[in-house]
């Protein structure tokens, strides 16, 4: 064991695609000293899958630009290191059964064009020539993607691996991790060959990865949230009329997936593949009497084909072919499932220069991307792209195995599942509760997760339809939309109460604090008794985080942010504190109500408030309402007179009683989402993301140049400033007749050029304009100019508008 490395730079544990992809991509860019740990042969995922899919589309832009980059990449992987690789790129089509389904589709080619991506809308002529095999009569469309294809997982990774050697890297195989150990800045990795001081280190264990990740505990390390999930699919024997079609034509029949059945089939030499996601699925290794063996290497679960029995009926009246070929041979492996079934890639939560790069449902056809935004996570701290969607920090303290298991059950027998905007997910909820959870849903709320916090969407009446199936549309019209204007005509009219609890709520002391944070964000900082909002940029000047600064002391600062940046923004904050300073979480401690609208300060004078009710616009002061101690912020994200009452748990249900009997109407998070986008406030990871820089972001006043601190990004910051911001933050009214919401990165259209995406939107019911947020390219931000928003496939007129609250511009009902 003479040349065992006994010091490295990274060593990354696992050697699937996932972490020969992370070394390779690591030795591309000069980082050498860097060495991947494997417990057996560098497999992809586990050795029991014979090829893997290359699609483009999961669910998620990140995911979707992601995999892109993989798909790319691997078309010339074989050629870049020299070493051969069976890479078919035979196109795959979507199957629709549904009008909402052919919706999806259009919103996906919309955000495939904007990639530059060709995916087109197929009738079912256009699915009958690609595919000759299969049935069409009960279609109502598809979905082309040209570039969908199959692999070769073990030449893939293979390929990956010699490329990585050829750079530098180096791979260890049969050496399996025994634990885990800190040594001041150091992590020390144990093996049977002997120990490996590293800066720093990677899970990539793929479905082991829970095991890997209980190593770190010890060092603030958590659970990983995480399931095993087992995987189905068999192939056929050799069919005549498939091979003399392939011949003929010499290539593949296309990838076929029914996304409303649940199912893929694909070419396999001249068989067929059925790989099915059934909703009666199972999960392994999830109960003491089946525990996860020590080594699953190369094994297989024992076949279990009733599962598959509808699927494989469905399938056979889909492609006729596919019964004549029969079951020549049943694969049943491991798959790990995330909650929602995207993988973790990002910051290990709680342990310094450590990192995760797991719970891969979509191995192959993540992995060229994933090491890409694994290595930039390793080498910069921060990625090219906004990848929260993929940011292991994303799940907190709410994700027990109870959860875990019930979402992994619930996410891969929906695997395809349309994600409707007003549709909420039943599984692993009711995790964190409001101390007033139950007198909301005895109000009507209708409630939904954040962050694990249950928070009411809306408030149904009498006779209003609550089932699941109303929601499933994506139409803005529903039983909620009557609701949602008559809760915010309440605020607007009279005085309004949201009940919001799971805030992320921080405090910063200590000598020193002041100073910690103004070389932290862009801006200033509060003066005593006052608060404001603070922005935190990357390196590039992008937005990193928003939170909310109240100062009660010299030294004694309060920090509040979304209830989804809990773990995100501690770390943000806690990475590079000074010693001396204290930084504590309190978020499950308290709770806060939302009281606003043009009688807020008469309720609160009615309810008894020792409090001064003069005080103006972001100030925040100790107070007894209702006999109750709180604090009180002067401050409203509806855009209306009013204030937030932050109190302990123990004393809400007091509170909100007294705010109900006082004449306030509950509103939910629906009404808020369409107030706080007539005012143009941005939300976290929508609007606000590491995609766009303050400057685009149009938050230049919160950046102080002249400050004497540095900060992250200030030099990039006036970079842009000089040359030019090359998009900019918009406010578009949507002018024609439109019935949805525009989604989430929506086209937006000048003539036949794209120009921009949509980050949010919303009717709004105090303006009665349907309102998009967004970023456009600065040359078209003048007021009046004409666009198009592309919306599920339609192009409807659009108008660009003032960059100013459409709703009260100049702030008077706020400040009143």
Known sequence: MADFPTTARVVIIGGGVVGTSTLYHLAKAGWKDCVLLEKNELTAGSTWHAAGNVPNFAGSWAVMNMQRYGAKMYRTLGTDVDYPMNYHVTGSIRLAHSKERMQEFERVAGMGRYQGLEMDIMSLDDIKEKHPFCETHDLAGGLWDPLDGDIDPAQLTQALAKGARDAGGRIERFCPVTGIDRDGDEWIVKTDKGDIRCEKVVNCAGYYAQRVGEMFKPHGGRTVPMIVMSHQYFLTGQLPELEAWTKEKGHKVPLLRDVDISYYLRQDKNGLNLGPYERNCKAHWVTPE??????????????????????????????????????????NGPIPYAPDGLPMIGPMPGCPNAFEGHSFTFGIAQGGGAGKVLSEWIMHGETEDDMWACDPRRYTDYTDHDHCLAKALETYGHEYAMHFPHHEWSAGRDKKLSPVDAKIRELGGQMGAYNGWERANWFAKDGDDTSEESTQTWERNGPWEARIKEEVEAVRDGVGVLDLPGFSRFNLTGEGAAEYLRTMIAGALPKIGRMNLAYFADSRGRILTEMSVMRHGEDHFTLITAALAQWHDFYVLSKNLPEGLSLTDHTTEYSTLIVTGPKSRELFEAIGTAADLSTGWLTHQTATVAGKPCHLNRVSFAGELGWEIHAENAHMPALYEAVLGGGATPFGMYALNSMRIEKGYRAWKGDLSTDYTLLEGGHERFVKFDKPQDFPGKAALLSEKQAGRKKGFVTLTIDDACEFDAPYMSTIWNGDEVVGEVTSSAMGYRTGKCIALGMLRADLLEVGTKLEVEIFGGRYSATVQEDAPMWDPANERLRA
């Open 290 to 331: 089946d525990p996860m063996p020590e080594d699953f290497s190369f094994q297989l679960y024992p076949d279990d084909l009733e599962r598959l029995e509808f699927y494989i009926e469905d399938a056979m009246a889909r492609v006729p072919l596919l019964g004549e070929g029969g079951v020549e041979r049943n694969i």
